[in-house]
């Protein structure tokens, strides 16, 4: 029986790590839990509520009917799938759209709908005989969420339309500056990093009440069903006239001279908007040249999306954090004032290595630097105003010692190079620590090797590592299978208790049977991400034999080039890592093989050849049998895709009157990696 003290310690931790998470799921769409273990938690929460009914919490999520649940939305198809766009940002790369679009139309001539590209979510609107029946979310482009109550609670959109129209629209679903800041007010303490966000967050609360009052708001930019008028510009006029809220910063432009100046005047105005924009779609606006100019994979050949210069601020560097990554690496990380960039106050900046801090930028103490973000990744420092620079501000140099184990720093050779012409040798310029005792490294590493897309023991955060590792228990990666040799111990460290020991004490059983790939994420080898571990899981037995794989059969495997080679020999070749192995497999590590029916996940999908390619088409073929797809010969409608290399002819052709996807090089190595959304 627990202990009321032990009891109100459990009950505190979890409603605090419940109340986070679903913060964060529902603010920012941050997964900190996954829904399997959210909901157990909730369970363990719940039944200590009922053992001691005077410990919980007023703010409970058992309790708080406001408190999103996690349960998911319900699922619905899209007729037509949600395509996403390709970039443009320089009007050298609109030029060379131009001329393809062009030479595709064959001597009609285009005119262009250019709108403003709302940063938001997109939403399928679908009306059936005039009355608001479905609002679904992109969701993986084929299938989304249901989240038809939620987006009904935004004013500008009618439930009823004036006319019994069956239609099915798309639009953005958006937050205006000025509800984004009443919200920010009214939630002085959450993370509200940026209105896409926001908006994201509400959409996924279960209570449309409370979505009511964070004022969301929809431009709706195309109406999916055929058959009304000709050309998209009317049909946008027509939505309008049924007095639906359509994207209004919109413009026909006559040609690409147009078009620039419609993306220059755009991108001025950006900060005096009342909505978030990035960019400006640049559409076809006649809907039969669109359909002859069809579509790739995963984008419209008839739209691009215009993409605006990142922005950049001016702010002050407060100091260098270096941090040390798994691999040894140093990442110096400039700390800064506080500065909004694009709705996102940010505080860290990347500095990449010292070369850039000491050599390119000749970063000075308390300098005034520019930051620029560039998509999501963190921003980076891109200069550094001189003018304000102090008189007696000291140069940064290049650490000579580990931050963590005070050890040598050292540059490695690169990776896979082999001595030039003249007997030079090529090194990174990444600094390292070669230490394999370094206690930062070997955080990291342990981090890295239960982390969710390695061994995911997703109840062993980063946090728990580090107090393990402080506390002695774990040294490197065998010792987390030790563990529940010192359960007694464990649960006696502060801020432990029973239940999460337990918890992670099981998760870490069943990590020994995980499948193979990802025990070979965990380990971390160079240049060995998921696809690489999952190639090389389908290529071994089992553990044993991926201990014991010879140069020659590494260079059997079709995907690995000479760098990949080497470095899965360098890991396995090693003794520490030989011994390391050995050891896991003393302590019960079984990874399960992977079975390559269920690796199969093109099974069903057919794909034709053609064109010349940058590799053999012997290669592409017994890649692409490998992942399931059936290889065809000849293109015909029941062709799933079109691989097109350099000067395909007449198959290219023919999945182009078929419209069928046509996919680049670039565009199938994609589609592998996200697999078989559309
Ligand atoms: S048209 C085939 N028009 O941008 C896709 N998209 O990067 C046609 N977006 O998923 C999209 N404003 O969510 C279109 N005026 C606009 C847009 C817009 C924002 C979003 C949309 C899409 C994403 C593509």
Same mark, same amino acid.
């Given at each position: 029986?627990?202990?009321?003290?032990?009891?109100?310690?459990?009950?505190?931790?979890?409603?605090?790590?419940?109340?986070?998470?679903?913060?964060?799921?529902?603010?920012?769409?941050?997964?900190?839990?996954?829904?399997?273990?959210?909901?157990?938690?909730?369970?363990?929460?719940?039944?200590?509520?009922?053992?001691?009914?005077?410990?919980?919490?007023?703010?409970?999520?058992?309790?708080?009917?406001?408190?999103?649940?996690?349960?998911?939305?319900?699922?619905?198809?899209?007729?037509?799938?949600?395509?996403?766009?390709?970039?443009?940002?320089?009007?050298?790369?609109?030029?060379?759209?131009?001329?393809?679009?062009?030479?595709?139309?064959?001597?009609?001539?285009?005119?262009?709908?250019?709108?403003?590209?709302?940063?938001?979510?997109?939403?399928?609107?679908?009306?059936?005989?005039?009355?608001?029946?479905?609002?679904?979310?992109?969701?993986?482009?084929?299938?989304?969420?249901?989240?038809?109550?939620?987006?009904?609670?935004?004013?500008?959109?009618?439930?009823?339309?004036?006319?019994?129209?069956?239609?099915?629209?798309?639009?953005?679903?958006?937050?205006?500056?000025?509800?984004?800041?009443?919200?920010?007010?009214?939630?002085?303490?959450?993370?509200?990093?940026?209105?896409?966000?926001?908006?994201?967050?509400?959409?996924?609360?279960?209570?449309?009440?409370?979505?009511?009052?964070?004022?969301?708001?929809?431009?709706?930019?195309?109406?999916?069903?055929?058959?009304?008028?000709?050309?998209?510009?009317?049909?946008?006029?027509?939505?309008?006239?049924?007095?639906?809220?359509?994207?209004?910063?919109?413009?026909?432009?006559?040609?690409?001279?147009?078009?620039?100046?419609?993306?220059?005047?755009?991108?001025?105005?950006?900060?005096?908007?009342?909505?978030?924009?990035?960019?400006?779609?640049?559409?076809?606006?006649?809907?039969?040249?669109?359909?002859?100019?069809?579509?790739?994979?995963?984008?419209?050949?008839?739209?691009?999306?215009?993409?605006?210069?990142?922005?950049?601020?001016?702010?002050?560097?407060?100091?260098?954090?270096?941090?040390?990554?798994?691999?040894?690496?140093?990442?110096?990380?400039?700390?800064?004032?506080?500065?909004?960039?694009?709705?996102?106050?940010?505080?860290?900046?990347?500095?990449?290595?010292?070369?850039?801090?000491?050599?390119?930028?000749?970063?000075?103490?308390?300098?005034?630097?520019?930051?620029?973000?560039?998509?999501?990744?963190?921003?980076?420092?891109?200069?550094?105003?001189?003018?304000?620079?102090?008189?007696?501000?000291?140069?940064?140099?290049?650490?000579?010692?580990?931050?963590?184990?005070?050890?040598?720093?050292?540059?490695?050779?690169?990776?896979?190079?082999?001595?030039?012409?003249?007997?030079?040798?090529?090194?990174?310029?990444?600094?390292?620590?070669?230490?394999?005792?370094?206690?930062?490294?070997?955080?990291?590493?342990?981090?890295?090797?239960?982390?969710?897309?390695?061994?995911?023991?997703?109840?062993?955060?980063?946090?728990?590592?580090?107090?393990?590792?402080?506390?002695?228990?774990?040294?490197?990666?065998?010792?987390?299978?030790?563990?529940?040799?010192?359960?007694?111990?464990?649960?006696?460290?502060?801020?432990?208790?029973?239940?999460?020991?337990?918890?992670?004490?099981?998760?870490?059983?069943?990590?020994?049977?995980?499948?193979?790939?990802?025990?070979?994420?965990?380990?971390?080898?160079?240049?060995?991400?998921?696809?690489?571990?999952?190639? /090389?899981?389908?290529?071994?037995?089992?553990? &044993?034999?991926?201990?014991? +794989?010879? $140069?020659?059969? !590494?260079?059997?495997? %079709? *995907?690995?080039?000479?760098?990949?080679?080497?470095?899965? /020999?360098?890991?396995?070749?090693?003794?520490? &890592?030989?011994?390391?192995? +050995?050891? $896991?497999?003393? !302590?019960?590590?079984? %990874? *399960?093989?992977?079975?390559?029916?269920?690796?199969?996940?093109?099974?069903?999908?057919?794909?034709?050849?053609?064109?010349?390619?940058?590799?053999?088409?012997?290669?592409?073929?017994?890649?692409? *049998?490998?992942?399931?797809?059936?290889?065809?010969?000849?293109?015909?409608?029941?062709?799933?895709?079109?691989?097109?290399?350099?000067?395909?002819?007449?198959?290219?052709?023919?999945?182009?009157?078929?419209?069928?996807?046509?996919?680049?090089?670039?565009?199938?190595?994609?589609?592998?990696?996200?697999?078989?959304?559309?």
């Amino acid at each position: 029986m627990l202990t009321t003290q032990k009891a109100l310690e459990e009950i505190n931790r979890l409603t605090d790590l419940l109340l986070r998470a679903s913060e964060a799921y529902y603010n920012s769409g941050e997964v900190l839990m996954e829904d399997e273990e959210f909901d157990l938690m909730l369970g363990q929460l719940a039944s200590l509520e009922s053992q001691f009914p005077e410990l919980a919490r007023p703010d409970s999520p058992n309790k708080n009917v406001g408190t999103p649940t996690k349960s998911d939305f319900k699922k619905s198809k899209h007729q037509t799938p949600m395509l996403s766009l390709e970039n443009l940002s320089t009007p050298e790369e609109l030029a060379q759209w131009g001329e393809q679009v062009e030479k595709k139309l064959d001597g009609l001539v285009p005119l262009f709908c250019c709108e403003a590209k709302l940063d938001g979510l997109s939403m399928s609107v679908i009306f059936e005989k005039g009355r608001l029946v479905r609002a679904v979310t992109r969701g993986n482009g084929e299938v989304g969420d249901e989240v038809t109550e939620n987006v009904k609670t935004i004013k500008s959109l009618p439930h009823q339309l004036k006319e019994p129209l069956d239609l099915e629209l798309r639009g953005e679903v958006v937050m205006s500056w000025a509800e984004f800041e009443k919200n920010r007010a009214q939630f002085p303490d959450q993370v509200i990093k940026n209105p896409r966000n926001f908006a994201a967050g509400s959409l996924r609360l279960k209570d449309p009440a409370l979505v009511k009052k964070r004022g969301l708001d929809i431009l709706l930019y195309d109406l999916v069903t055929p058959g009304f008028k000709e050309e998209h510009q009317a049909n946008l006029i027509l939505l309008e006239g049924l007095d639906l809220p359509v994207n209004p910063f919109r413009e026909l432009c006559h040609n690409l001279d147009e078009v620039l100046a419609f993306c220059q005047k755009t991108e001025a105005l950006r900060d005096q908007m009342a909505f978030k924009i990035d960019g400006v779609v640049i559409k076809i606006n006649h809907l039969e040249q669109r359909a002859r100019l069809g579509r790739t994979q995963k984008s419209p050949v008839w739209a691009r999306a215009w993409k605006f210069r990142p922005q950049r601020k001016l702010t002050r560097l407060l100091g260098i954090e270096n941090s040390l990554g798994r691999t040894g690496v140093l990442t110096p990380v400039a700390l800064v004032e506080p500065v909004d960039i694009d709705g996102t106050e940010v505080r860290r900046a990347s500095l990449h290595n010292y070369k850039e801090v000491v050599d390119r930028l000749h970063l000075h103490e308390k300098d005034w630097v520019f930051l620029e973000k560039g998509g999501d990744i963190i921003p980076k420092v891109v200069s550094i105003d001189l003018t304000q620079r102090l008189p007696d501000a000291q140069a940064y140099a290049k650490p000579q010692a580990c931050p963590s184990c005070q050890g040598p720093l050292t540059h490695a050779q690169k990776s896979g190079s082999k001595p030039k012409e003249d007997g030079t040798i090529e090194y990174e310029i990444d600094q390292r620590c070669t230490n394999a005792r370094c206690p930062a490294q070997l955080l990291a590493k342990i981090e890295h090797f239960v982390s969710k897309k390695a061994m995911d023991v997703s109840s062993l955060g980063a946090k728990m590592v580090e107090l393990l590792m402080q506390k002695g228990f774990v040294a490197q990666i065998d010792d987390l299978f030790r563990l529940k040799a010192h359960r007694a111990e464990l649960e006696a460290i502060k801020g432990l208790g029973d239940i999460s020991v337990a918890k992670f004490l099981n998760a870490l059983e069943t990590a020994k049977t995980q499948p193979l790939d990802r025990l070979i994420i965990g380990l971390g080898i160079n240049n060995v991400g998921e696809r690489a571990a999952k190639t /090389l899981a389908l290529f071994c037995k089992d553990l &044993n034999h991926f201990k014991g +794989l010879s $140069l020659a059969e !590494l260079e059997s495997i %079709p *995907e690995f080039g000479p760098v990949m080679v080497q470095s899965v /020999l360098d890991w396995t070749k090693a003794p520490e &890592n030989q011994d390391l192995l +050995l050891r $896991l497999t003393n !302590l019960g590590v079984n %990874p *399960e093989p992977l079975a390559r029916p269920q690796n199969q996940p093109f099974k069903g999908k057919s794909v034709c050849i053609t064109g010349t390619l940058s590799k053999k088409r012997s290669d592409w073929k017994f890649q692409l *049998e490998q992942l399931g797809f059936k290889t065809v010969e000849a293109v015909s409608a029941k062709t799933d895709y079109l691989l097109a290399g350099e000067e395909a002819g007449s198959k290219l052709k023919k999945a182009q009157q078929l419209n069928i996807p046509i996919l680049s090089e670039k565009d199938m190595n994609e589609l592998i990696e996200s697999g078989p959304t559309l």
